[in-house]
């Protein structure tokens, strides 16, 4: 059901240039990827790391080709589920894209919790040492799930607190997790340069433990590297706020792309010519830690990137369970979820009960995958997290094509070349489907999160029933991401 319209509407302010932009663009896609999996991709390949992340930047580059030409094309907020909307008119699926979109935002927050606290624990380790040994080392597994619930309780309160103070310390956190980055790849170098032991022969060496064949490790391995390339999709809800986006959006976006998958790949391969696979992935615990403590041994940087990789992965969290409880609370405004989602704190002016809702659901995957699950839980999450966005992908690059009958002849708009939404959706549905080497599990928590959802779009119609709410659901998508 639409929102009433009013002869006065106000309209969001377009306040972003090509900087504050790109920065957007690049603090979301760096961040929690490569902290936390650079050890998990090696652990699939072996040396040759840096491949599955080049494949993951090809991939999510050729996808952002066609988020460009939507974007330009519908320079609105909403992204996905608008475009989705637009392409197949089925009030059901537009529901479904915006509801996985939001499930990826929580699963990759959960990500960011998880180590978060892993990262605690090491920097206590590092800088403690026999402290750590004789009174925390027994506690850390049962203190790693307190410490990332207790994580994602205070994102919920600084979320409650309000989007301004949100905002403003997203940006302080991307300059420490970029910072973060910037030190890896300048003492690596340096020590590339000084003469450290280094062992280029790995870059290139591949080691596909088990019964995987090569051509399933790489995909297997890439399908997890994909959890560092999201981000870049966020974008697109700042349409609407962004000066001139049909000429500033196709650069801006292909350079941030650039950047982070130039770091991302350039990181990898450090590490990996710095330190041998094998303790590289060993445990759950920062890989780029023991990159600095190879590269810098007298130096303290290793001491200190236990602490900017929880800045780093805070930011992951602030940015996706901002967007997630926005997203659930637009939905519940347009009648496709039940209303009580829909509800803004009087004073805060935040829809509280959507960032409790969203929290909830957090709580209940981290300590799933800390309790049950077999494997690493960081990779679980973040592999969940690709496995959702990756549908959504498939979605986008079958809508750009439906949507070229759409002939738009006020002003121009990019057009991405037709080849490139074909192979971007046989890539992602080909990583989305079990043929290429993704876990069991990612599947179970990806479709109970679907079907919680489906769930509660099956309440809410009896909901509007029983008010006499007529009217198929989500009848204006781009009110999805609204917020007070």
Not at 55 to 81: C, D, H, M, N, R
Not at 135 to 143: F, I, R, S, T
Not at 184 to 210: C, K, L, Y
Not at 342 to 347: E, L, Q, R, Y
Request: aromatic share 10%; charged share 10%.
């Amino acid at each position: 059901m639409s929102q009433p319209a009013t002869a006065e509407a106000p309209q969001l302010k377009r306040v972003m240039g090509p900087g504050l932009l790109l920065l957007f663009v690049v603090g979301d896609i760096l961040g929690t990827g490569v902290y936390a999996l650079t050890g998990q991709v090696a652990k699939e390949v072996g040396g040759a790391a840096w491949l599955p992340f080049l494949a993951a930047f090809l991939i999510a580059t050729i996808t952002a080709f066609s988020y460009l030409e939507l974007v330009t094309k519908y320079p609105q907020a909403a992204g996905a589920a608008l475009y989705a909307h637009k392409a197949f008119g089925i009030h059901f699926v537009t529901f479904l894209v915006a509801f996985i979109v939001m499930c990826s935002g929580i699963t990759s927050a959960s990500t960011a919790s998880r180590f978060f606290a892993i990262s605690f624990f090491d920097a206590i380790e590092i800088n403690f040492g026999q402290f750590f040994t004789d009174h925390v080392a027994q506690l850390k597994v049962v203190g790693v799930i307190l410490l990332a619930l207790l994580f994602m309780a205070l994102i919920a309160a600084v979320n409650l607190r309000g989007v301004s103070e949100s905002v403003k310390l997203n940006v302080i956190l991307t300059f420490i997790e970029i910072t973060g980055l910037v030190l890896v790849v300048a003492v690596g170098v340096w020590a590339i340069i000084s003469g450290v032991d280094v062992d280029f022969s790995r870059v290139v060496a591949f080691d596909t433990s088990g019964e995987k064949n090569a051509f399933i490790a790489v995909t297997a391995a890439t399908s997890l590297a994909f959890f560092a390339m999201v981000g870049f999709e966020d974008s697109v809800n700042m349409a609407e706020e962004t000066k001139d986006p049909v000429r500033i959006f196709p650069k801006v976006l292909l350079t941030g792309l650039g950047i982070a998958g130039l770091v991302y790949v350039v990181v990898a391969i450090i590490a990996v010519a710095l330190v041998p696979v094998g303790a590289l992935a060993e445990s759950d615990s920062s890989p780029l830690v023991k990159v600095m403590e190879a590269a810098a041994p007298g130096l303290p940087f290793s001491n200190i990137l236990p602490v900017i990789s929880m800045f780093a992965v805070s930011n992951t969290a602030l940015i996706n369970m901002l967007m997630a409880s926005r997203l659930i609370y637009g939905m519940a405004r347009q009648h496709v979820l039940p209303p009580v989602l829909g509800v803004v704190h009087p004073k805060r002016h935040t829809p509280w009960v959507a960032i409790i809702f969203t929290t909830v659901i957090a709580f209940g995957l981290i300590f799933y995958v800390s309790a049950f699950a077999s494997g690493d839980t960081v990779a679980i999450l973040g592999g969940t997290t690709s496995l959702l966005l990756l549908a959504v992908f498939s979605v986008v690059n079958i809508a750009v094509l439906v949507l070229r009958r759409d002939v738009r002849k006020e002003g121009g708009h990019f057009k991405t070349p037709t080849v490139l939404p074909v192979i971007g959706f046989i890539a992602s549905m080909y990583l989305v489907l079990p043929t290429s080497g993704r876990p069991a599990v990612q599947y179970v928590l990806a479709l109970a999160l679907v079907a919680t959802g489906v769930v509660l779009f099956l309440i809410t119609k009896l909901i509007n029933k029983q008010l006499g709410i007529t009217g198929p659901g989500i009848t204006d998508p781009t009110h999805l991401a609204d917020a007070p």
